[in-house]
C-alpha cells in the first residue's frame, strides 16, 4: 500500500462549488503539505501544518482552507472552485530524525474546474 | 526569499547519452539540496539529496554535487535509458532557525525525453 494516499485522483467540478481534497498518510510524519502543480511553474506551496495544532499559509493561499483532523490526514477544500484554480495537487509529508527534510509525494489529484 | 534556477527544457538525448540539467539557487545559509523525479502520471519521488557542502548525492546512476561556491546542484548521468523519460526538479529546504525551515522550494522542472 502506498504511504501518502489522495482522493479523489480525478475531479471535475463547475465554477463557485466547494470541493474538498483529502490526503492521508502512514509514514508516521508530523509534517504535511499541500502543492499545485501548473506547467512550468513548478509546484508551489499551498498550506502546510507541522503538527496537528499548527497551520500555516503558504504562497499561494488564497481561494484555499486547510484542516488537520489528525496527525494522519490533512485536507485541502476550496470554498468556491474558478477555472484558474485547474491543477495538479500534491499531498506531501515530512518527518523523521534523519534532518534533511525531504518531503515524501503523494499520486496527486487531477481537478478541473469548468 | 529563497529561489531555484533550472536549466530550460526539454531536453532530447538518444540513449547512452551524457545528461546534464543544471540548477542553481540563492538561500541564506545552508540549504539542504534535492533533486526529484516525475515520471509520468505518478506523482514525486526523491532522486537523490546533499546536506552540506561538497556532499554528492547519487542514486540509479544520477549524481549530484553541492557546490556552495558556485551556489549550484547540478544533475548528471553518464548513460540515460528510455525509462529515464520524465520530469525533474531541483529543490531546496532551508535549516531549522531559518523562516524556510521545513519548506521546500522546487524549480520549473526539466523535461527529458530519451529516445531509443
Known amino acids: 500500500d502506498a504511504d501518502v494516499t489522495q482522493t479523489p485522483r480525478n475531479r471535475i467540478t463547475k465554477t463557485g462549488k466547494r470541493i474538498m481534497l483529502e490526503c492521508s498518510q502512514t509514514?508516521?510524519?508530523?509534517?504535511m503539505y499541500w502543492y499545485r502543480q501548473d506547467p512550468g511553474l513548478g509546484l508551489r506551496l499551498i498550506y502546510y501544518s507541522f503538527d496537528v495544532k499548527d497551520i500555516n499559509k503558504g504562497e499561494i493561499s488564497d481561494g484555499y482552507s486547510v484542516s488537520r483532523q489528525a496527525q494522519a490526514k490533512f485536507s485541502l477544500s476550496l470554498e468556491s472552485a474558478i477555472p484558474n484554480q485547474t491543477a495538479l495537487y500534491f499531498c506531501a509529508t515530512s518527518g523523521g530524525t534523519s534532518g534533511s527534510y525531504e518531503q515524501y509525494f503523494g499520486p496527486g489529484t487531477r481537478l478541473t474546474v469548468t | 526569499g529563497n529561489s531555484v534556477t533550472q536549466m530550460e527544457g526539454p531536453v532530447t538525448l538518444s540513449e547512452e547519452a551524457f545528461l546534464t540539467i543544471n540548477c542553481t539557487y540563492t538561500a541564506t545559509g545552508y540549504p539542504s539540496l534535492f533533486w526529484y523525479v516525475q515520471y509520468p502520471g505518478e506523482g514525486l519521488q526523491l532522486l537523490l539529496k546533499a546536506t552540506k557542502a561538497d556532499d554528492k548525492g547519487s542514486n540509479k546512476g544520477f549524481e549530484a554535487t553541492y557546490r556552495k561556491e558556485t551556489t549550484s546542484f547540478h544533475l548528471e548521468k553518464g548513460s540515460v535509458q528510455v525509462s529515464d523519460s520524465a520530469v525533474y526538479f531541483c529543490a531546496l529546504s532551508g535549516r531549522a532557525g531559518g523562516t524556510s525551515y521545513g519548506k521546500l522550494t522546487f524549480g520549473q522542472g526539466t523535461i527529458l525525453t530519451v529516445h531509443p
Open positions: 509514514k508516521g510524519h508530523d509534517r
